[in-house]
């Protein structure tokens, strides 16, 4: 389970909506008990279907929580018009199982989000697990 303050998921719907038909994709930060802060990331493709960070977004990311003691801990990007599971390509893609993924889906009203952990054990395999998300005030 992990915990995220209900402004963070505001800031990440916000975002989604924002770049409406594009992905839109970012970080959560916080520490161990919970996520504190969405950063806003590029998306370099600046497209529908699929999303890649800025390499020098991700490093000022990187950079930024180091200096408030929090950590890069769930990655975050829109499906504007498919649900809030992970497509194809999105578990070809995903190789960090340190992370945990969450997708916003923006078909239905309001925005649906779900989260991810994705572990690829050897070449072909792969599993995915359910991370339940509390949102606190």
Do not use: W
Request: proline share 8%; with cysteine.
């Amino acid at each position: 389970m992990i915990r995220i303050l209900r402004s963070v998921v505001d800031d990440m719907i916000a975002h989604a909506r924002s770049l409406v038909p594009v992905e839109s994709c970012g970080y959560i930060a916080g520490t161990s008990t919970q996520m504190t802060r969405y950063i806003v990331m590029t998306n370099v493709d600046n497209s529908p279907d699929h999303f890649s960070f800025d390499p020098k977004e991700q490093f000022q990311a990187v950079k930024s929580v180091r200096s408030t003691g929090e950590t890069l801990q769930v990655v975050v990007h829109s499906h504007p018009v498919t649900p809030a599971r992970l497509s194809a390509e999105d578990i070809r893609l995903f190789n960090d199982p340190q992370m945990i993924y969450l997708i916003v889906s923006l078909k239905e009203e309001p925005p649906i989000y779900n989260s991810f952990r994705v572990f690829k054990p050897e070449p072909g395999i792969v599993d995915i697990q359910p991370v339940v998300i509390q949102v606190v005030e």
